[in-house]
């Protein structure tokens, strides 16, 4: 068994973006991304992994597939990898969205922390 605590990986970021790891294995990634104050995270896929987002901390949209979403506290958010996203800060607070994408992407830069 392992334990974790997510505080410990929410940030304030020092640029637009921090992500940080929490957990990876095979069989999952899970981290915490926080973005700044009407920041966003840039259109992109996950192959084809399931992704799933528990929003904790925020306010923001989600773009997929040329849909929007709001997206509020506690809110959780499925996607299919081929799915095209993007996720947009719309408030001035750090949006924070606890990540589990399965299976792990198999490229390791996807699994390490990251600031942006």
Same mark, same amino acid.
């Given at each position: ?19 940080? $790891?929490?957990?990876?294995? !095979? ?17 992109? !896929?996950?192959?084809?992994?399931? $992704? ?11 773009? $997929? ?13 499925? #996607? ?33 922390? $990251?600031? #942006?």
């Amino acid at each position: 068994m392992n334990k974790f605590t997510v505080t410990d990986y929410m940030v304030e970021p020092s640029g637009k973006v921090a992500k940080r $790891v929490i957990y990876k294995d !095979t069989n999952v990634l899970s981290f915490v991304l926080n973005i700044s104050g009407k920041e966003q995270l840039p259109e992109h !896929t996950h192959g084809e992994s399931t $992704v799933l987002l528990k929003i904790l901390n925020g306010n923001g949209e989600i773009h $997929v597939d040329g849909t929007r979403e709001n997206l509020t506290k506690g809110e959780l958010i499925k #996607l299919d990898g081929p799915e095209k996203m993007s996720v947009v800060n719309t408030g001035i607070d750090t949006l924070q969205i606890y990540v589990t994408i399965s299976p792990a992407p198999k490229e390791e830069k996807f699994t390490k922390d $990251v600031d #942006l």
